[in-house]
C-alpha cells in the first residue's frame, strides 16, 4: 500500500457540533505530511481519530493498512501530544526505560532515542524540573523507542529554541528518509516549507491537500500563509455564489 493514512468521510461531532466535516484525504508512506491551520480548527481531534482515541460520528480512518486504533497498530503508531505524555515523577531515563519494556524496545533503543532528541545530559534528571520544551523532547524520545512505522506529532516543536527546530525537522525528514511516515501539525506557517506535503484545514474541513510548491502555483502567491488566505478567500466566495 501507498498510503500510511487514508482517511474518508470521516466526521466528528462534539456537543452537537460538527468538528470534523466530511474529511478525505491519504497520506503516503515515507513521507513528511504537514497538518497546519489555525488554533481550534480541528487538527488535534483529527490526530486523535488517526491514533483510534476519538470517537468519530462517521466515516472511515485507515492506518498502514488497518483501522484506526486496532492492537497490531500499538507497537507501529508513536503519537506525540501537545501537553507532554510522561511521568513527572520519573527521571528522563527512567521514563524511556519504562516505556521501552511497554513496547518491547530493543537493548540500547533508550541511549539511541537520548541522542536524537539532544537530551543526554538530562537523562538522570527529574522529568518535573525540566522546561516545557524538554518535557516535549522526552514525550518525543518515547515515541521514537522500538520500530515506529508511523509518528503522529501534535505540535512538537512549540516552545523550542530556532537551533533545536532545525535539528528535529533534520531528524523528521531522516527518519522519512528511512521510510517511517510523519504527520505533524502545526500553527505556524513557516514550517509548511519544511513539509513533503501539507493539509491545510480551517473551521473543521479541509482546505487544500498537496506539496508546497503546487499550493503557492495554484493560489499565485509567494509563500504559504498568503496561500492558505487566498483559498480561505476561495472557499468563501464558492460559498456565497
Known amino acids: 500500500m501507498n498510503s500510511a493514512i487514508a482517511v474518508a468521510g470521516l466526521r466528528v461531532l462534539r456537543g452537537g457540533r460538527t468538528?470534523?466535516?466530511?474529511?478525505?484525504?491519504?497520506?503516503?508512506?515515507?513521507?513528511?505530511?504537514?497538518?497546519?491551520?489555525?488554533s481550534g480548527c480541528g487538527k488535534t481531534t483529527l490526530m486523535r481519530a488517526i491514533v483510534g482515541v476519538q470517537i468519530?460520528?462517521?466515516?472511515?480512518?485507515?492506518?498502514?493498512?488497518?483501522?484506526?486504533g486496532t492492537a497490531p497498530l500499538r507497537s507501529l503508531v508513536g503519537y506525540v501530544?501537545?501537553?507532554?505524555?510522561?511521568?513527572?515523577?520519573?527521571?528522563?531515563?527512567?521514563?524511556l526505560r519504562y516505556f521501552?519494556?511497554?513496547?518491547?524496545?530493543?537493548?540500547g533503543d533508550v541511549d539511541r532515542v537520548v541522542g536524537e532528541?539532544?537530551?543526554?545530559?538530562?537523562?538522570?534528571?527529574l522529568t518535573a524540573s525540566l522546561s516545557g520544551g524538554q518535557r516535549a523532547r522526552v514525550s518525543l524520545a518515547a515515541a521514537l523507542l522500538g520500530t515506529p512505522?508511523?509518528?503522529?506529532?501534535?505540535?512538537?516543536?512549540?516552545?523550542?529554541?530556532?537551533?533545536?527546530?532545525?535539528?528535529?525537522?533534520?531528524?523528521?525528514?531522516?527518519?522519512?528518509?528511512?521510510?517511517?511516515?510523519?504527520?505533524?501539525?502545526?500553527?505556524?506557517?513557516?514550517?509548511?516549507?519544511?513539509?513533503?506535503?501539507?493539509l491545510l484545514m480551517r473551521d473543521g474541513a479541509l482546505l487544500a491537500e498537496d506539496t508546497p510548491e503546487e499550493l503557492l502555483r495554484q493560489t499565485g502567491t509567494k509563500?504559504?500563509?498568503?496561500?492558505?488566505?487566498?483559498?480561505?478567500?476561495?472557499?468563501?466566495?464558492?460559498?456565497s455564489s
Open 19 to 38: 468538528v470534523l466535516d466530511e474529511l478525505s484525504f491519504e497520506v503516503p508512506r515515507g513521507s513528511v505530511t504537514g497538518l497546519l491551520g489555525p
Open 56 to 68: 468519530v460520528a462517521g466515516g472511515d480512518v485507515q492506518v498502514l493498512g488497518r483501522p484506526a
Open 81 to 95: 501530544t501537545q501537553a507532554p505524555s510522561v511521568y513527572a515523577d520519573l527521571t528522563v531515563g527512567e521514563n
Open 100 to 107: 521501552a519494556t511497554v513496547l518491547g524496545a530493543p537493548p
Open 117 to 125: 532528541v539532544d537530551l543526554e545530559e538530562y537523562v538522570d534528571s
Open 149 to 198: 512505522e508511523l509518528l503522529v506529532l501534535d505540535e512538537p516543536t512549540v516552545g523550542l529554541d530556532p537551533v533545536l527546530r532545525r535539528d528535529l525537522w533534520r531528524m523528521f525528514h531522516d527518519l522519512a528518509d528511512n521510510g517511517v511516515t510523519l504527520l505533524i501539525s502545526s500553527h505556524v506557517m513557516d514550517e509548511a516549507v519544511r513539509c513533503d506535503r501539507l
Open 223 to 239: 509563500d504559504i500563509e498568503a496561500a492558505f488566505l487566498a483559498l480561505v478567500e476561495r472557499r468563501a466566495t464558492e460559498g
